[in-house]
């Protein structure tokens, strides 16, 4: 659940907490910075940043999509230099996904104006919501498995809580009702607005084909073996609210779910299973936040993990009580905080967190602060210079996909 941010939603633009003059949806605009002009005066109190061996591994050309408050920011860096682009400008994204296969292929889901689609890699979008009733596109994914002409059948989610599968790039739609049918359906209620509730999360497993698990904010996760066409109801043991759910190819029945069911109930934050969802274990030992939001996993170790946490939704998402933390945790050991390269608990929103197969052993991160790099498994961080547009609001980060380009 998160309270406090979506509390600011419905004020966003009538207090206009971000605003780039003259521009609109689909618009964008660019800057640049060259990471070789010298160190940052921060970087001086990390020497551990400035060592060469520090960047070892990074590709040379990577690319980022931040889901902001009011745009796409759709970063590069080339050969040490950094560009953004901000595209969709005066919408409010909540989720993107690209085609593992495809990876120019992206989608983006907003909060206000649908789902939209790009086939260059982010620099043109165009709407691909017909046929979607709902507007507010709340997790978007993409599966490996199922493929149309070589493109993944795609996955929307909405509010309220509904999931539609397209297998022509967004050109149409089902709705894949039987979701609604579930027993726990009538109880689902997401707190700001109790009277719905939407599918926060979508997981489609990259290892076996029809596998799917869906979040519902706030009441179940529940799993598909058909690709949609039926579904298995929530466990009793397994999570209520979960914001992220992470699996991993070296472990596959493995799932990884960040929840808010600590927030009540702490001790039951974290939610793991080992046999694809059918039992659900709470291994939170170590941490002292308990309302989760972001979970990443190593791409090369599916026992280390990072996961972001607060003391309650309010902490999370509201930049006037913000107050957040990054944990750690590798092999069998408790999770541990790690601070050095991320800024004070204080004044951080909850972030959101990213791994990309490309890169074994490092973790990204993005807060209001800006977006932050792990090259040494979450150990150390630092912050990406990215040079964001003279009056941009990053504020609170719905979603974080990292790609090398």
């Given at each position: 659940m998160h309270a406090g941010r979506n509390v600011l939603r419905y004020d966003i633009f009538k207090r206009k907490v971000f605003k780039l003059t003259g521009q609109q949806t689909g618009a964008s605009t660019a800057v640049e910075y060259d990471k070789n002009q010298g160190a940052r005066p921060e970087d001086e109190e990390h020497p551990s940043i400035k060592d060469s061996s520090y960047r070892k591994g990074r590709p040379t050309m990577t690319r980022i999509y931040a889901a902001l408050e009011q745009a796409l920011a759709v970063a590069q860096e080339r050969h040490g230099v950094w560009t953004v682009d901000l595209q969709l400008v005066g919408s409010q994204p909540e989720c993107i996904a690209l085609d593992t296969l495809r990876p120019q292929q992206v989608y983006c889901g907003t909060f206000d104006q649908g789902l939209w689609c790009s086939s260059d890699a982010g620099a043109s979008w165009?709407?691909?919501?017909?046929?979607?009733?709902?507007?507010?596109?709340?997790?978007?994914?993409?599966s490996i498995h199922e493929r149309t002409d070589g493109y993944g059948t795609v996955y929307a989610g909405t509010e309220p809580s509904a999931l539609y599968r397209s297998q022509d790039r967004g050109?149409?739609?089902?709705?894949?009702?039987?979701?609604r049918e579930l027993p726990s359906a009538p109880h689902w209620s997401f707190?700001?607005?109790?009277w719905t509730s939407h599918v926060r999360w979508i997981t489609v497993d990259s290892l076996t084909p029809g596998r799917i698990f869906a979040a519902i904010e706030a009441g179940a996760l529940v799993r598909s073996l058909d690709g949609g066409d039926h579904w298995e109801d929530r466990r009793p043991d397994g999570p209520f609210d979960t914001h992220t759910l992470r699996m991993h190819r070296l472990a596959p029945d493995?799932?990884?779910?960040?929840?808010?069911?600590?927030?009540?109930?702490?001790?039951?934050?974290?939610?793991?299973?080992?046999?694809?969802?059918?039992?659900?274990?709470?291994?939170?030992?170590?941490?002292?936040?308990?309302?989760?939001?972001?979970v990443a996993v190593d791409p090369a170790d599916p026992d280390t993990l990072v996961i972001s946490a607060a003391p309650g939704p309010n902490q999370a998402h509201n930049p006037a009580n913000a107050q957040s933390a990054i944990f750690r945790r590798s092999g069998a050991g408790p999770f541990q905080l790690v601070t050095e390269g991320l800024p004070a608990q204080r004044g951080t929103m909850a972030a959101v967190l990213t791994s990309n197969e490309a890169e074994p052993g490092v973790f990204y991160a993005a807060n209001n602060h800006g977006i932050f790099r792990s090259p040494n498994a979450g150990v150390i961080w630092e912050e990406l210079a990215i040079p964001w547009p003279d009056g941009i609001r990053l504020g609170h980060i719905d979603a974080l996909v990292v790609v090398p380009d």
């Open positions: 165009e709407p691909v919501g017909v046929g979607i009733t709902h507007q507010h596109v709340m997790s978007v994914a993409v050109a149409s739609w089902r709705d894949l009702a039987t979701l707190p700001p607005r109790p493995r799932l990884y779910s960040a929840a808010g069911d600590g927030f009540m109930r702490p001790g039951n934050g974290f939610v793991q299973s080992n046999d694809g969802g059918e039992s659900w274990s709470r291994p939170d030992d170590g941490l002292s936040l308990h309302y989760l939001w972001s």
